[in-house]
């Protein structure tokens, strides 16, 4: 029998969705490759690299390299782009990180231009503000459609489409396992949305507010789509002790998504012996 045709959803998290790296680990240790990829928010970045040919050790490596620590991080940003290219400032109270130009520095240059060029399907969920509307971006740049994705309120401007103005894809749908369902014999959901980071002894700033909100609101919609139609595998990884602003803490993050890499093989093991 041919490889089983296995749907992933990656979903978004901030820098939770770095534990999304060491789920695409077990594909290359199982000799297996998604036949359909659909990402959000930072699921859409990872999964871009993944669907346009890079193994998840090569992301991780990226990963390891731009996140070692914030000095070297600013060095490369600056050895590639003008502040005021990575910078929108709207009004004096508007500052904002370019989306298109974040994601343009985050992924390799080897990678196509195009979504449609990618070697695995990719289905890039974001979110049309003016419409209140989900989109599924299947075409076009790669870059625009992934800073649609990761466009946070307040903190990452997203690029428009039409004069419509595009948010962060979890907004609407925050682990789009619904998108990678059709003729699939598995489909495999990674949710990264986590609960709020405890902190103690002081006052969480305005950005750990922001984005913390986004977590709870991606955190309840995906509870209820899941509750509505479930997939066959659904990976919450314990990422309590990580902030969405904890980039920087990149190998922590994936030491502690091992139990959950380890049970996604135990699972993916398993269905595909029942279907063989």
């Not at 940003?77 to 130009?101: I, P």
Request: hydrophobic content about 40%; overall charge negative.
């Amino acid at each position: 029998m041919s490889d089983p045709k296995i749907g992933l959803a990656l979903g978004g998290g901030s820098a939770r969705g770095l534990a999304h790296i060491p789920m695409l680990e077990v594909f290359d240790e199982l000799g297996l490759k998604p036949t359909v990829i659909a990402g959000c928010s930072i699921g859409s970045l990872i999964g871009a690299g993944y669907a346009g040919g890079l193994s998840a050790k090569e992301i991780r490596e990226r990963a390891e390299t731009l996140l070692a620590n914030r000095i070297d991080a600013m060095r490369y940003v600056l050895g590639r782009a003008k502040l005021t290219d990575l910078l929108a400032m709207n009004s004096f109270t508007s500052l904002h990180v370019q989306g298109e130009t974040l994601v343009g520095l985050v992924l390799p240059d080897t990678l196509p231009k195009t979504i449609e060029e990618l070697p695995i399907p990719f289905k890039v969920i974001a979110t049309d503000y003016d419409a209140m509307e989900e989109r599924v971006l299947t075409t076009g740049s790669l870059v625009k459609a992934v800073a649609a994705s990761i466009a946070i309120p307040g903190v990452i401007l997203g690029p428009q489409y039409e004069g419509h103005t595009y948010v962060d894809g979890g907004v609407t749908n925050p682990v789009p396992f619904d998108h990678v369902r059709d003729g699939m014999d598995i489909v495999v959901a990674v949710d990264v949305t986590g609960t709020p980071k405890p902190v103690e002894g002081r006052s969480r700033s305005n950005t750990e507010l922001a984005i913390g909100s986004l977590m709870i609101m991606f955190h309840q919609v995906a509870s209820l789509r899941r509750a509505a139609s479930p997939p066959d595998i659904y990976l919450s990884p314990a990422l309590q002790a990580f902030s969405g602003g904890d980039f920087f803490r990149a190998k922590e993050l994936f030491e502690s998504a091992q139990v959950t890499k380890d049970q996604l093989k135990r699972e993916l093991e398993k269905r595909i012996n029942l279907i063989t």
